[in-house]
C-alpha cells in the first residue's frame, strides 16, 4: 500500500517532555498533579489528531483504529479532569480534616500543598 503522505516528521515526539521538566522534582503537590494533567492533556491532543488523520486514511482499517484513538483520548480527557485541582481540593481537605481528628498534627502525605 502506498501512503498519500511520505514526509517524515521533523520533531522527536519524547523532545514534547524535555529534560528539564523531568530534572526538576515539583516543590508542590499541586505542582505534580499540574504536571501530569498537562502531560495527560497533550496526549490527548495528539491522539485526538491521529484519531482525525486515521479518519481519512487509505488503511482498510482507519475507520477502526481512528475510534480506538478516539476512546483513549476520552479516557486520558477525563483522567485529567479527575486532577483537576477544583475538584481534589476537596478531598485533600478531607484527608487533613481525618488527620487533624487523628492527632497526627498535619504531617502527613499532603503537608507540602500550596493553599
Known amino acids: 500500500m502506498k ?3 511520505s514526509l517524515k516528521p521533523t520533531a522527536d515526539p519524547r523532545a514534547l ?16 498533579i499540574e504536571r501530569v494533567r498537562s502531560l495527560l492533556l ?7 489528531c491521529l484519531s482525525e488523520v486515521l479518519q481519512y486514511s ?5 475507520v477502526l483504529h481512528a475510534e480506538v484513538a478516539d476512546a483513549a483520548a476520552r479516557w486520558i480527557n477525563d483522567s485529567a479532569a479527575d486532577l483537576d485541582m477544583v475538584k481534589l481540593r476537596p478531598l485533600i481537605a478531607a484527608i ?3 488527620e487533624d481528628e487523628s492527632g497526627s498534627g498535619g504531617c502527613g502525605l499532603y ?3 500550596s493553599a
Not at 528539564?20 to 505534580?32: F, I, M, R, S, V
Not at 497533550?42 to 485526538?48: D, F, G, T
Open 3 to 5: 501512503r498519500r503522505n
Open 17 to 32: 517532555y524535555t529534560a528539564t521538566d523531568a530534572a526538576t522534582p515539583p516543590q508542590t503537590l499541586d505542582e505534580a
Open 42 to 48: 497533550e496526549v490527548r491532543a495528539m491522539l485526538h
Open 58 to 62: 487509505d488503511d482498510d482499517d482507519g
Open 96 to 98: 487533613r480534616k481525618r
Open 111 to 113: 503537608q507540602r500543598l
